[in-house]
């Protein structure tokens, strides 16, 4: 998740515990991703992210 966030700009800004957290600034708006550092991540942890990355499933795949 953090290797597909980045590859649409997204930097690692600070983690703490298992949980990292990436951003993105785009014209005026910033953009915060909450992404928990394990190997797999439950369906609705998934949609959670690509919500808080303002990406939609379909260009999230493509990033993979």
């Not at 600070?14 to 014209?27: A, P, T, W, Y």
């Not at 190997?39 to 998934?46: I, N, Q, R, S, V």
């Amino acid at each position: 998740m953090i290797k597909a966030l980045a590859k649409i700009g997204f930097e690692v800004t600070g983690k703490k515990g298992s949980h990292i957290k990436l951003k993105k600034k785009l014209n005026e708006k910033v953009f915060i991703a909450i992404v928990p550092d394990h190997p797999e991540l439950a369906l609705g942890t998934l949609k959670s992210i690509l919500r808080q990355a303002n990406i939609t499933k379909e260009d999230f795949l493509k990033l993979l």
